[in-house]
């Protein structure tokens, strides 16, 4: 099993549309998330962290749950500029360990 | 604009060279990783240094062999490759000792082996 798994993509969602990835992970002392997105042949940029009562910055709301072990990214108004690659990275210590990413295309 | 700079941006080299990738962060992170990725592929950890001492090495074969010279400067090296470790290569630097620190990526050297 993998240790972090993400939806498979693609996403192709219209314009103004709201999209939500999911994301698992199998280490339960896993200590901090955080959710990347990846535009092609580009470095990986942090998006938001994720924190334990959920956090919003701006059209964007991160959600995790430790007990079911997923994090959650909920993209509102998708805007044409928010098509990418989504990463959902958790952190063991020192280690940080990569989804697979999720592609999204937004289209007029 | 990266606060983590990565230089050269592209290389290609053949089996028998020797070549080093280099990587310079200011923002006094103590802290600092290579990632190698892959078309298509999540970014896969190599090496991670913390207070300029190697403390994790992902079994990465030994033709790659890291080296950080101070807190804003690593290095790996590169001898022996295979055509197989063409990749995008990336520099990464957070907070050393806090948990909730996030990754600052640099652009990366997209590196062609012949």
């Known amino acids: 099993r993998k240790e972090v798994e993400q939806d498979p993509g693609p996403f192709n969602v219209p314009e103004g549309a709201t999209v939500a990835f999911n994301c698992t992970y199998s280490?339960?002392?896993?200590?901090?998330f955080f959710w990347y997105r990846q535009d092609c042949r580009k470095e990986p940029k942090l998006l938001m962290s994720?924190?334990?009562s959920g956090n919003e910055d701006g059209r964007f709301t991160a959600q995790l749950n430790r007990a079911s072990q997923y994090i959650s990214l909920l993209i509102r108004d998708s805007k044409l500029s928010d098509s990418a690659t989504y990463l959902c990275v958790v952190r063991e210590g020192r280690a940080l360990t990569f989804g697979s990413g999720t592609r999204l295309q937004v289209q007029p | 604009d990266t606060e983590v700079t990565q230089t050269p941006k592209h290389l290609v080299m053949g089996m028998t060279n020797k070549k080093s990738l280099k990587c310079e962060q200011h923002m006094g992170h103590r802290a600092m990783y290579w990632y190698k990725q892959k078309a298509k592929k999540p970014p896969e950890l190599m090496f991670v240094?913390?207070?300029?001492?190697?403390?994790i090495n992902e079994s990465v074969p030994s033709r790659f062999s890291p080296e950080c010279p101070n807190s804003s400067l690593l290095n790996l090296h590169l001898h022996a490759l295979q055509p197989e470790d063409s990749a995008l290569y990336l520099c990464?630097?957070?907070?050393?000792?806090?948990?909730?620190?996030?990754?600052?990526f640099g652009n990366g050297t997209r590196l062609t082996v012949t």
């Open positions: 240094y913390s207070y300029e001492k190697l403390s």
């Open positions: 990464a630097s957070s907070q050393a000792g806090t948990e909730n620190s996030p990754l600052h």
């Open positions: 280490n339960s002392a896993s200590q901090s």
């Open positions: 994720v924190y334990s």
